[in-house]
């Protein structure tokens, strides 16, 4: 089990946050909207109203020992970069940073941020369509074309082993296998899968849509 931080908790962090939670991580939400941090109280590890551009919040919250930190502050940019930098500063292991603009693009760039996450237009139909296949339940656009999918094992999949399904698309990593409440991030490539399972994998888009298409014909 992994813990992580996820600082802004509108609808794209709340989203991380609750997905992370599904898959038996600790998970700690902070916002400074009293409202935001309320909707997700009873369903993620931990949430708390505060402020993180301010860096003794963060070292009281103990957020340096979280393995990793999803900054997922919408409009205000100076308090996105300006909570990118105290995490820097804390040696905080691994950084994923919500963008808004081009600007804050290449700012975020500079700073060594490892994930730029542009979620708005993760939503465009060209993405959608491009994804939009019975496996993909749900996805999450990275940077340079690469995304995030988790993909439901059906019926007609249950039975054929991991490598079987993955060889037709080798450029793609699987980072997780979950079966019922029993997640696995090393695998075995002769792992059979099952109804119910879920796969979460991560690539570039025209493989992704090369597997999704292959996937449809098992």
Not at 21 to 45: M, P, S, Y
Not at 88 to 93: E, R, S, Y
């Amino acid at each position: 089990m992994a813990q992580f931080a996820v600082i802004g908790l509108g609808s794209f962090g709340a989203t991380v946050a609750l997905e992370l939670t599904k898959l038996n991580h600790d998970v700690i939400g902070i916002d400074t909207i009293k409202r935001n941090v309320e909707n997700l109280a009873d369903q993620i590890t931990h949430a708390v109203i505060a402020d993180a551009t301010d860096e003794h919040v963060l070292e009281e919250l103990n957020i340096q020992n979280c393995d990793a930190v999803v900054v997922a502050i919408g409009e205000d940019i100076e308090a996105s970069i300006l909570c990118v930098l105290h995490l820097k500063n804390m040696g905080v292991k691994k950084i994923w940073a919500k963008s808004k603009s081009k600007a804050h693009h290449m700012i975020l760039t500079h700073l060594g941020v490892d994930k730029i996450i542009h979620p708005e237009e993760d939503m465009g139909v060209r993405i959608a369509q491009s994804l939009s296949y019975p496996m993909v339940s749900r996805y999450m656009a990275l940077e340079d074309n690469r995304y995030l999918v988790k993909i439901e094992i059906h019926t007609e999949q249950s039975g054929i082993k991991l490598n079987q399904l993955m060889d037709h698309a080798p450029e793609i990593k699987t980072i997780l296998h979950k079966r019922g409440p029993v997640v696995q991030y090393i695998l075995d490539p002769h792992l059979i899968l099952k109804e119910g399972d879920i796969l979460l994998v991560e690539g570039l888009l025209e493989p992704l849509r090369r597997l999704s298409k292959h996937f449809k014909n098992l």
